[in-house]
């Protein structure tokens, strides 16, 4: 056919063309030419130009009228807003779309539509560009139209995507950023429509969202359409995915999250026999499943990465699956603008110093504690209620709440999840949030006293009356960096992106019961040994959590292993020490199932635990399973930072036992590079520390551990326990003896404790002799950072040499 003058079709499109048709629709065209013959799937369609939008108002006379009107603006308040608006958009609707554009339209849907035996259903899209800036974004500021079909409708619509141009929000936001509004023009993209409103459709960046960390990608979804992801009405389910994993063709998918997906966004029949859309509740056995499966999770990972890669920066990408082909597919792609080009250098830390009783928990956006009034909110008509600096509590908001968001201190919402116009609308705004609570509406009072809580990882939380907290401001450019490795302490992995971002060289203690505890919840052995399980009740509250799994053991391996994984993806390629459960037999007693397995201690610390669990015909089985999750992070994802520690460990023949079971369940030390250490907390470990040596690649130091036992102490003992000190004369040469030996015998050797934040001069007595590393606890990492930089300046003057050498294990 001849060649159109206002409109073009996909494949006649490039990233070049932004200025002809807004961001939107060249990147569209950008992925269908460039990134399908990768192997990406683009649905198909074509966009009006903008000068087929200047041509509409040359037409109708629009500018003059249009000019007049927006003058007569309030631009400071605001207050003629809702005024300006409507009549403005009365004008453009009231217009006629030129013969010439509507005649290249129609065609241009005919030819759309010609693989099918009906007209086609597309979705219709607004794409501004800015004449003097083509380059700006306009996101979310203009309207979108769903499963359009017959060229009426789509002729209808493209108007209908002119009119939205001046939306109350976008006339808002252009006087906001310095835009004049008659030099701003609308093209409109017509793109086939993925049928996702039978099956599913999310959001993913291609870094994560919170913390900008780069390591991963992130990935939403719901059940429906996307519009309520994007528009955050649902809570969705989350899948991350490790970059260098999917370049190198290891598993990627890392961890994911089941989301509640209450609402179904779907096309329904109208009582006038139109289509319509309707938001319907998501059937229970849905709302239990993920939308993806991990291999389609791990396919839309790969296309991220690609689409990254392309353009050579973060993005923020709308993903479709449709129900009728369960063909995925790519339906828009953006520059990701919060974290994109900044690196923080400064951070600000948050610590409740008191708690009280929680109102409700969602998910964190930011890191802050904030309290003061919460002001509920059901429209942004009510918005002249909300004081500046009061919390806003919402069921979910939409652009519309723009200038509302401005004045809350803290943003709180029933619905929505990382990706939702809250989350994404507080990050601009460099406040915190707690999306999807389900309930805050209903549990929080208007008016009352709060504290709002991001800074415990991933759940905010929310606290009745106001509490008490304590700020600290940490400049990374000034932190100094000793020559001898500092390594931090990690529990909760939902803090581990947080953390990741802390001046460190790695985790040199994971716990893993903390895990166990807190998300897994059940006794391996309780799973291994389901069928012999005599407590009924804890039968029924196993059934429940082990709903989605074929067999029980795989709950307990994929859920370690997740755990695991999402701690060492967020810190590589720094290493990553994970040490073995290493639970007392009290503790193990109280997980689900736990007391048919545990045998009853008069003394469990002296007990049943570490390495002599391991190999027990006990425990054994259970053991298999920690060691099915290590090597599912290690050889499964690709994460080979992750080393294995093994804790109290109390003769060497203990030692080579455990690493041979080790190596009967698939983890061979030295394969892949695995490295195994060893927890020197026991006497003996030091006085043979020359034969663990032999079998095992480094030490860490238990302090706490090795103090009581070297002391007869028990620390936990309120009568005896001022004796327990780290800074004991015994205590202090065992561990000088030990980090001598683990020198000599050419082995890394750290330590592990509170000690090292706590005194100076313990500090630097182990960097006088020499250790390799010392692991503080994210509390304490700066203190401790600063007391090993002074140590090691005191050492320096002392013994003037090279100062690479600190801190560094000799060769044997």
């Known amino acids: ?74 631009q400071q308040e605001f207050t003629n807003l809702p005024e300006v608006g409507t009549q403005a958009r009365a004008l453009l609707a009231g217009a006629h779309l ?18 099918y035996t009906h007209a086609t259903q597309v ?82 960046f291609t870094i994560e969202p919170e913390t900008g960390h780069d390591n991963l990608i992130y990935l939403t979804g719901s059940w429906g359409l996307g519009e309520n992801v994007v528009q955050g009405a649902v809570n969705p389910d989350e899948f991350y995915l490790f970059k260098p994993a999917l370049r190198d063709g290891h598993r990627a998918l890392v961890t994911k999250k089941l989301g509640d997906k209450a609402k179904t966004m779907h096309y329904g029949q109208r009582p006038d026999g139109s289509t319509g859309i309707h938001n319907t509740d998501t059937p229970s056995d849905k709302r239990a499943t993920f939308v993806l499966s991990d291999a389609e999770a791990e396919q839309l990972g790969r296309w991220c990465l690609q689409i990254e890669e392309h353009y050579g920066m973060p993005m923020d990408i709308e993903w479709a699956k449709d129900g009728l082909t369960n063909v995925l597919y790519i339906v828009q792609a953006r520059p990701e603008t919060i974290h994109h080009g900044t690196k923080a250098l400064r951070l600000h830390e948050y610590h409740l110093t008191e708690r009280g009783p929680v109102l409700a928990t969602g998910k964190a956006v930011g890191q802050q504690i904030v309290t003061g009034v919460a002001r509920l909110i059901a429209s942004p008509s009510e918005g002249h209620r909300l004081q500046p600096g009061e919390i806003l509590v919402t069921d979910i908001t939409s652009p519309d709440w723009n200038a509302v968001l401005r004045k809350a201190s803290v943003i709180v919402t029933n619905k929505g999840g990382r990706t939702s116009h809250a989350a994404i609308v507080a990050r601009e705004l460099g406040l915190s949030a707690v999306v999807g609570t389900l309930d805050a509406t209903e549990k929080i009072k208007d008016g009352q006293q709060i504290t709002v809580s991001c800074a415990e990882g991933d759940e905010g939380q929310i606290f009745e009356g106001q509490l008490a907290w304590q700020e600290i401001d940490l400049d990374l450019a000034s932190v100094p960096e000793p020559h001898t490795k500092a390594l931090l302490i990690l529990a909760d992995p939902g803090r581990a992106l947080q953390l990741a971002r802390y001046p460190s060289q790695g985790v040199g203690l994971m716990r893993m019961e903390f895990v166990v505890s807190n998300t897994i919840r059940v006794h391996p052995m309780a799973l291994v040994a389901y069928g012999a399980l005599q407590d009924e009740q804890a039968r029924q509250e196993i059934d429940a959590l082990t709903a989605n799994y074929d067999n029980k053991p795989e709950y307990f391996i994929d859920h370690l292993a997740q755990a695991i994984g999402f701690v060492a993806a967020a810190f590589f390629p720094r290493e990553v020490i994970v040490r073995l459960s290493d639970f007392k037999t009290n503790e193990y007693a109280n997980l689900l199932g736990g007391k048919q397995f545990e045998p009853t201690e008069e003394n469990p610390m002296l007990g049943f635990r570490g390495a002599s669990r391991y190999y027990s015909p006990q425990y054994r089985e259970g053991f298999r399973l920690e060691c099915e999750a290590l090597k599912r992070v290690r050889l499964g994802m690709g994460l080979t930072n992750v080393k294995v520690m093994v804790p109290f460990c109390r003769t060497v023949a203990e030692g080579r036992k455990v690493v041979a079971l080790m190596e009967e369940f698939g983890l061979k030390r030295g394969e892949s590079g695995l490295e195994v250490y060893v927890m020197a907390e026991i006497p003996s470990n030091v006085l043979l520390a020359q034969e663990f040596a032999q079998v095992f690649d480094g030490f860490s130091i238990g302090s706490n551990d090795l103090t009581q036992l070297t002391l007869g102490i028990d620390r936990d003992s309120a009568i005896i326990s001022e004796l327990f000190d780290e800074r004991n004369e015994a205590v202090l040469q065992l561990l000088a003896q030990v980090i001598r030996t683990a020198k000599v015998c050419g082995r890394p050797i750290g330590l592990c404790g509170q000690a090292p934040s706590d005194y100076p001069e313990f500090a630097q007595f182990l960097v006088e002799q020499g250790i390799s590393s010392i692991s503080f606890t994210p509390d304490g990492l700066l203190k401790g950072l600063a007391n090993m930089v002074q140590a090691e300046q005191a050492l320096a003057n002392k013994h003037p040499e090279p100062e690479a050498q600190l801190g560094q294990p000799q060769p044997a």
């Not at 001046?166 to 936001?173: G, Q, T």
């Not at 017509?190 to 993913?204: C, E, K, N, Y």
Request: contains cysteine; aromatic residues 8%; proline residues 3%.
């Open 123 to 204: 979705a219709v899209r607004s794409s501004a560009t800015a004449e003097d800036l083509p380059t700006a974004s306009f996101a979310g500021q203009h309207d979108s139209f769903l499963n359009v079909r017959g060229e009426e409708a789509v002729l209808q619509a493209c108007q209908k995507c002119y009119v939205s141009l001046f939306n109350d929000r976008a006339i808002k936001y252009r006087i906001q950023n310095g835009f004049e509004h008659l030099r701003v023009a609308l093209s409109v993209g017509v793109q086939t429509m993925v049928r996702s409103d039978l099956a599913s459709a999310g959001v993913a």
């Open 98 to 115: 030129p013969a010439a554009v509507a005649a290249e339209i129609r065609q241009a849907y005919k030819e759309l539509s010609a693989e």
């Open 1 to 74: 056919m001849a060649h159109n003058t206002y409109i073009r079709f996909f494949r006649e499109l490039t990233n070049d063309k932004v200025a002809l048709v807004g961001g939107k629709n060249a990147s569209l065209g950008e992925m269908f030419n460039r990134l399908m013959p990768q192997g990406i799937n683009v649905p198909d369609g074509f966009a009006t130009t903008a000068d087929a939008y200047w041509l509409f108002l040359d037409e109708n006379n629009l500018r003059e009228p249009l000019t007049t009107l927006l003058a007569s603006l309030d």
